[in-house]
């Protein structure tokens, strides 16, 4: 960016300087007859040459400052006798001495500018730094020239007060949860009063907010705390909704005759696992409970298992002489 800035400034100063040397000659070229007549009148070569001479130097200078080469983002505001006479765009220009001036040349661009707001209280009394970042353009040169002496430090004011009085009016739970939103505001804003300027405020951005780190730590506690009881609250409704489901499936089986069936299919299914036996027998049976707990008797204890009926073998005993006893009960 400054490379191009420079090259085409010494673009200029060479168009500068080649008109200054071409006046230069021709100024030379007259002061010989000038000097032949002081020669002869005052018998003196540098009583006319002399004055004419420094006079040259300063028509030189002059003539070559009417010279103008300006970039393409670049415009000129010229005056015509202290008077707006118009904008020139990028190019070569020839502005006259004396009757015309130039007031300005304005860079188009967009520029980017931090403005800070320190020590704002929020709305809830909570001192706090913020950071944000300006994209303006200039969009009328007359205005940025004329109705303002400095419209950079004009911006800068009106983007440093609008923060501030953002920040004043939000809570800082707001200010750091809507900041895409505050930031837009704040563009509108700004570029409200701007345009007085001939400015268009093109974007603003929030880029830091600076906060007390307890407070900080508070809010991320009260964070949490609000995203478990949004847990909580979502898997109760998941379990309300599954009861509900469940309700109106048990209740279109008992419409149909089919609760028995889907008994039945539970059983094929526990039936299916591994190292697993069913049982069934009608409740209150006494056969069956012995049954069934004949078959589950390795969780049963003795006496538990001689409640039920169920008969047991203890162990095979040897005597001395190698005979065995049977004990049973």
Do not use: C
């Amino acid at each position: 960016m400054n490379t191009i800035y420079s090259n085409t400034n010494s673009v200029q100063g060479f168009v500068r300087f080649i008109v200054w040397i071409i006046v230069m000659l021709f100024v030379l070229i007259l002061l010989i007859p000038i000097g032949v007549f002081s020669q002869s009148v005052f018998n003196s070569f540098l009583i006319l040459t002399v004055p004419l001479f420094i006079l040259g130097l300063w028509m030189s200078s002059i003539i070559a400052k009417m010279f103008y080469i300006l970039p393409e983002w670049q415009n000129m505001v010229v005056l015509r006798l202290g008077k707006f006479d118009g904008v020139r765009g990028a190019g070569f220009f020839i502005i006259p001495p004396f009757i015309y001036s130039v007031a300005a040349i304005i860079d188009m661009r967009i520029e980017t500018n931090q403005v800070e707001a320190t020590a704002t209280l929020t709305k809830d009394n909570v001192p706090t730094k913020v950071t944000a970042a300006i994209e303006y353009r200039v969009e009328d040169p007359k205005k940025a020239v004329i109705d303002v002496q400095d419209y950079r430090s004009s911006v800068t004011w009106l983007s440093t007060e609008a923060l501030k009085n953002t920040i004043g009016s939000l809570d800082l739970k707001d200010l750091l949860s809507e900041r895409d939103e505050i930031a837009n505001q704040l563009r509108q804003q700004i570029d409200e009063a701007a345009a007085v300027y001939g400015v268009d405020v093109r974007a603003v951005r929030i880029t830091d907010i600076d906060t007390p780190k307890s407070l900080v730590e508070e809010l991320a506690v009260i964070a949490r705390a609000k995203r478990a009881a949004e847990a909580k609250r979502i898997q109760a409704n998941a379990e309300v909704e599954v009861a509900q489901k469940l309700s109106e499936a048990a209740e279109k089986l008992n419409k149909a005759g089919g609760i028995r069936l889907r008994e039945l299919q539970v059983l094929s299914e526990i039936s299916k696992e591994e190292s697993s036996m069913v049982i069934i027998y009608p409740y209150g049976d006494r056969d069956g409970a012995t049954i069934a707990a004949a078959n589950s008797s390795k969780g049963l204890s003795k006496k538990e298992m001689g409640r039920a009926g169920i008969k047991t073998r203890t162990p095979m005993k040897k005597d001395l002489t190698g005979l065995s006893i049977n004990d049973s009960l």
